[in-house]
């Protein structure tokens, strides 16, 4: 509310656990909820791996879709206690569902990422052929490893096939002095020491609530960005 911002949107990993308490909070601060997921689909070609994709309820249809998927996630696709979902299942439960790629973590992006553009052009095109003109490449400026070598190629993707961009800062935290925080309830999740050398680092002091002014200056070379 402060920022200036109309609406909200909150995406748990793989749940709606805390819409309830959200859409209270959002409604009192005068705020427009927006409800989604940040779902992990299944790697066909890959057993081990996953991809994220963020998916926003367009209206009370997308909602029961968006519903039905994570249950039948927790029902049908546990893999050592984490859900995740099968593509048929996003194609299955895609009516009133926006759909964003992932960025660089989903499977666009990692396919770029990997240096195989046809598995890219592949992906992309199956996900238009679901979500037509309801499905973003999303791009990302968190400071974070390979983002720079996803944005170029995602961006040539976007002219090529006529795909709108949409910008988003992967928040994780309110302001960038609860970094430290975050760090360390990462640690602990994932059971590792804070000072371990080796220890995976997936985020950033940048990944938090910016502001509008914030997000403009970030991607004033991409407005559609913006705009989208």
């Not at 790629?101 to 499977?107: L, W």
């Amino acid at each position: 509310e402060k920022a200036g911002m109309p609406a909200v949107a909150m995406t748990d990993l793989n749940n709606l656990f805390a819409l309830v308490k959200f859409y209270k909070a959002a409604m009192a601060a005068g705020l427009k909820p927006i409800f989604g997921i940040d779902i992990l689909v299944a790697d066909d070609n890959d057993a081990s791996n996953t991809f994220h994709m963020i998916l926003l309820c367009q209206n009370n249809a997308g909602y029961r879709n968006l519903t039905k998927l994570i249950s039948r996630g927790y029902l049908s696709g546990q893999v050592l206690g984490v859900p995740r979902v099968q593509r048929q299942w996003v194609r299955e439960f895609s009516e009133g569902v926006i759909a964003l790629s992932g960025a660089k973590d989903g499977d666009v992006g990692q396919a770029l990422l990997a240096g195989n553009q046809a598995l890219a052009n592949q992906y992309l095109t199956e996900w238009l052929d679901v979500f037509g003109d309801r499905y973003y490449l999303e791009l990302q400026r968190t400071g974070r490893a390979q983002e720079e070598h996803y944005l170029s190629g995602v961006l040539g993707l976007a002219l090529q096939y006529q795909v709108p961009v949409v910008a988003t800062n992967d928040v994780r935290f309110l302001s960038s002095d609860d970094f430290f925080a975050h760090d360390a309830r990462v640690c602990i999740r994932d059971g590792y020491v804070m000072a371990h050398p080796k220890r995976p680092r997936r985020y950033s002091e940048q990944q938090y609530l910016r502001t509008p002014e914030e997000m403009m200056t970030l991607f004033a070379d991409i407005p559609s960005a913006l705009e989208n």
